[in-house]
């Protein structure tokens, strides 16, 4: 059994709520932190613990918050990046739907941290009843003084705002985000400058993931150098996975990074298997932009060690034979899925979403997708792989956020490892679906 | 259709307005975009634009530019109930394409259209963030999961009831 550090009470009944979350130890990160340790000790300790950015490109928290910029009479914010839009990743809603409480203790502790008086939950518009039960957490949380002014005594005032977006996924993208909470549309920015510089309404932000605020709890309950110990190597701690597509036990699970590709996708502890006894075809482990790899590739490495479930093996190979953790989204394929199709919707998928600024963006999303539908309904012709592969090669690299890359390497992967099923649909126009 | 808040909604957005700084009203737009989404009619008619836009001091195309970019923000009329059927991957492996299929027949609608007595718009959408909760859709402001076909003419059947 893994060990558990942020989904161990998620079934405790009530635990929504705050007497319950209470009563099972919940805010004691907020008084160890205001009561005993200085703002730079916390961010010490979030050092300490190597947590890497659960948002999905795994920059170090620690180092960043010791990034951000302190003017002399500017305001700093926190921001936490709750817009979670990357197909195949639910773990967010999960955490805050069933342990909101967490939520808001984590952003207590790092708003004091990082000297954030206002801090923001930039919530996806679509989970309007999140947003409600957040809405209810921090009413509460305030009723029970660990929001508002002069909080335990320590002279911190803070206090937390849920912003619903709209229905864009760009937004999730830390810039655009900013950009969208000051009330426009959501087109990136160019970095640097970095948000810790400067972010909403110009003042130095600190954008974070969710997870990773909420991994600030235990964090502190524990000391960063113990936290520091769970996991292998450079992931260190716990890391949420939400796993999708066929398997029979879909959902959210809580992994320490100790175990393998293997045993997460067949054991009864995580995802049970592939439903009807098929076999395993392919699989994204890290949200819809992370590199596809088929069966043999992901249960071990071109090495021929066996993959596991940490950044570094995932990554292992580069993305030539490997993948990356991202954001967490794990999503099967069995024997019988087309992986044409598969990319065919995420190729259309990030089409609606690019903001259009950029033109590889813009142009090279629609086209690859105009392609991929052709040889899905086979109206593809040989050339168009090739084709295929050069429109994503001209994207990567010359845009202004990474949706541009998001969007190509998909595309790149899939080409790369299953070439054959695309000449499949080619050669064989008459069996394609219409 | 008076374009007016109520009292109690415009003390509703005098307080989301003061969640931010001095001066950055227009950061409560998308907020008060929602609110005035829902109150006149479900759909964001230039007169409630220009509404908003006088609301928070804003000039009218500051809000247009707006309420055009986001997916949630309507700039036609939509049918009382917009069945939004995520079509992305992960649903997809798990039959979305069956479901829209259903309601397509069930409803005699292609995707973007409004039933003739404007109760039912089919919008396919992409990823809502329940992948592992697959097929769905988004139904006002719920998630409805684990779609069967069954499901669907519950859901149909639901909606006609109350109307
Ligand atoms: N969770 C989700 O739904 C989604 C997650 N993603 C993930 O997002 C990732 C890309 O995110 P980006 O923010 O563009 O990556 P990035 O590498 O530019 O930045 C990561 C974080 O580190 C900070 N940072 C990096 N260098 C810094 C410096 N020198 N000083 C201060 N701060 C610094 C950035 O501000 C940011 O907060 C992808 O790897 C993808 O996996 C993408 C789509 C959706
Ligand atoms: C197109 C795009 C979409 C993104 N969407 C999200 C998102 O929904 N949630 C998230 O936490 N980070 C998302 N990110 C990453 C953020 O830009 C940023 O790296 C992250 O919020 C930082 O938090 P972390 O360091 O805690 O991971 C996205 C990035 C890109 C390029
Ligand atoms: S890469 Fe795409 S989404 Fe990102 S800024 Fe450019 S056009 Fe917009
Ligand atoms: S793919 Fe449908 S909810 Fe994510």
Redesign the interface.
């Known amino acids: 059994m893994g060990r558990k550090l942020l989904l161990e009470k998620a079934h405790v009944e009530g635990i929504r709520y705050y007497d319950t979350y209470r009563r099972e130890g919940g805010y004691a990160s907020v008084e160890k932190a205001l009561k005993n340790l200085s703002p730079e000790q916390v961010v010490e300790e979030v050092k300490k613990s190597g947590l890497r950015g659960r948002g999905g490109a795994g920059f170090p928290t620690g180092m960043k918050w010791s990034f951000i910029a302190k003017p002399e009479g500017v305001p700093r914010h926190l921001v936490c990046n709750a817009d979670e839009s990357e197909p195949g990743t639910f773990k967010d809603r999960y955490l805050m739907e069933f342990l909101p409480h967490l939520l808001i203790e984590g952003l207590i502790v790092s708003s004091y941290a990082l000297g954030s008086n206002a801090t923001y939950i930039y919530i996806r518009g679509e989970y309007a009843w999140v947003a409600d039960i957040l809405d209810q957490a921090i009413v509460e949380a305030k009723n029970n003084g660990w929001l508002g002014k002069n909080i335990l005594g320590s002279g911190f005032d803070c206090d937390i705002y849920v912003h619903r977006g709209a229905g864009a996924y760009i937004c999730g993208e830390e810039t655009a985000l900013i950009e969208s909470l000051e009330g426009k549309r959501g087109n990136p920015r160019i970095k640097p400058p970095f948000p810790a510089v400067k972010g909403a309404w110009d003042r130095p932000t600190v954008v974070n993931n969710v997870e990773s605020l909420a991994a600030v709890v235990p964090i502190i309950n524990m000391g960063g150098e113990e936290y520091a110990k769970i996991g292998v190597g450079k992931s260190t701690g716990t890391k949420l996975i939400s796993a999708c597509g066929n398997i029979n036990k879909p959902g959210v699970y809580e992994i320490d990074m100790t175990i393998s590709v293997e045993e997460f996708i067949y054991s009864d502890e995580y995802c049970g298997g592939i439903p009807k006894g098929k076999r395993l075809k392919a699989c994204i482990p890290g949200g819809s932009s992370v590199p596809i790899l088929p069966a043999n590739l992901l249960l071990k490495t071109a090495k021929g060690e066996t993959r596991m479930m940490t950044y570094e093996s995932l990554g292992d190979g580069g993305f030539a034979t490997g993948s990356m953790m991202g954001s967490g989204g794990f999503i099967v394929l069995d024997e019988d899925q087309c992986v044409v199709r598969h990319t065919m919707t995420l190729a259309r998928f990030y089409q609606h979403e690019s903001c259009g600024q950029c033109s590889p963006c813009r142009e090279g999303t629609g086209w690859m997708h105009r392609i991929l539908k052709n040889i899905e309904y086979g109206k593809g012709q040989k050339s168009d792989i090739d084709l295929l592969w050069d429109i994503q090669r001209r994207i990567e690299g010359n845009t202004i956020c990474p949706l541009g890359d998001a969007a190509a390497w998909p595309v790149a992967a899939a080409i790369r490892h299953f070439r054959d099923e695309f000449e499949w649909h080619v050669n064989n126009p008459d069996e394609c679906l219409k | 259709m008076m374009i007016q808040f109520s009292e109690e909604t415009l003390a509703k957005v005098k307080e989301i307005v003061s969640?931010?700084?001095e001066g950055?009203q227009?950061?409560?737009?998308?907020?008060v975009?929602?609110i005035a989404q829902d109150t006149f009619g479900g759909w964001l008619d230039v007169p409630v634009m220009d509404y908003v836009a006088g609301l928070l001091e804003l000039e009218p195309i500051?809000v247009y530019?707006?309420a055009t970019?986001?997916?949630?923000?309507n700039t036609k009329p939509v049918g009382k109930y917009v069945l939004e059927v995520c079509?992305?991957?992960?649903c997809?492996?798990?039959g979305s394409d069956d479901i829209i299929a259903y309601i397509r027949e069930k409803l005699g609608i292609a995707p973007g259209e409004t039933t003739a007595d404007g109760l039912f718009t089919l919008k396919p959408v992409?990823?809502?963030?329940?992948?592992?909760?697959?097929p769905m859709m988004?139904l006002g402001?719920?998630?409805r999961e684990h779609l069967t076909k069954e499901k669907v003419d519950l859901i149909i059947d639901e909606a006609r009831l109350t109307r």
Do not use: D, W
């Not at chain 2, 970019?69 to 923000?73: E, I, N, Q």
């Not at chain 2, 079509?87 to 992960?90: D, F, K, L, M, S």
């Not at chain 2, 992409?126 to 697959?134: D, N, R, S």
């Open positions: 969640h931010y700084p950055r227009k950061s409560a737009l998308i907020p975009l929602h500051e530019e707006v970019f986001y997916s949630m923000l079509q992305t991957g992960p997809m492996l798990n992409e990823c809502l963030g329940a992948c592992g909760y697959a988004q402001n719920t998630y």
